[in-house]
């Protein structure tokens, strides 16, 4: 995966190794050392994922978040910080953050999570202007409407987020791990009851009272989309 990061970190040792692993996992690196100089980049580049300290000089990490997202709702931003406790986290949360990790941290586990925000965020932004069909049902990315043989099915964010995944790679198994890092993000790793949960409920709401179930079970993987139209799902 490519893509263009901006690291907004005062420390050296920390931003030289990071920017490395950034690198060496073939993002484009742009790095700040100032809470100012960081905002400014923020405003006005074209990033895929933000990496963004607290503790900066001129101005702290919140701050540059808080201004960030005046301006721009949608870049992911992942907090880096020593402070650990739960009212810091709360604040970046409030702010706009998507995720949180405390230094010191397993680089791996960053990568990871950088890795699974920029994927998410990606797949969300392909979806806004476009309209998904299997068989009789029909999704409207742009509107956030789904409709089955002509009835409008009324879906929380999260079941959407999730009828839109299946929909996109219909005809193909996607893992119970695939989906929770792709639709919900790498804080919920290993967590997969969820996707069990919320299959279960656009079961109901989707496949209910139909002939044709699409929402399919492949038995020890995970579950994909039965699309009539493509033949035999792929792996």
């Known amino acids: ?15 030289r ?12 690196v742009t790095l ?9 980049l923020a405003q006005t580049g074209a990033w895929d994922m933000i990496l963004l300290d607290i503790m900066l000089p001129g101005m702290d990490g919140l701050e540059v978040l808080e201004n960030l997202r005046k301006t721009n709702k949608t870049v992911p931003v ?3 910080t020593a402070r650990d406790s739960v009212p810091d986290k709360v604040s970046g949360l409030d702010l706009g953050a998507n995720d949180y990790v405390t230094k010191p941290f ?4 960053l990568m990871a999570r950088v890795r699974g925000l920029i994927r998410s965020s990606r797949l ?21 409407t789904v409709v089955r043989s002509g009835a409008n099915i009324e879906l929380t964010p999260r079941e959407f987020e999730l009828l839109l995944y ?3 790679y219909a005809g193909t198994v996607l893992s119970r791990e695939q989906i929770l890092a792709d639709v919900w993000g790498f804080e919920f790793a290993g967590d997969t009851n969820l996707v069990d949960v919320y299959v279960r409920y656009l079961r109901q709401k989707v496949d209910e009272g139909h002939k044709t179930k699409l929402i399919q079970t492949s ?10 139209s493509e033949g035999e799902k792929t792996t």
Do not use: C, N, W
Not at 17 to 28: A, K, T
Not at 124 to 144: I, N, P
Not at 219 to 228: I, L
């Open 17 to 28: 190794v990071l920017e490395l692993e950034l690198r060496h996992e073939q993002y484009e």
């Open 124 to 144: 969300k932004a392909e979806g806004k202007e476009q309209t998904y069909r299997v068989d009789d049902l029909t999704l409207d990315a742009q509107t956030r």
């Open 78 to 80: 992942i907090m880096l």
């Open 166 to 168: 299946f929909m996109k």
């Open 32 to 40: 700040a050392k100032t809470g100012p100089e960081g905002l400014k």
């Open 1 to 15: 995966m490519s893509g263009k990061v901006l690291l907004v970190e005062d420390e050296k040792k920390i931003a």
């Open 219 to 228: 038995r020890g993987v995970g579950y994909y989309m039965k699309d009539p």
């Open 106 to 109: 397993a680089i791996e586990e």
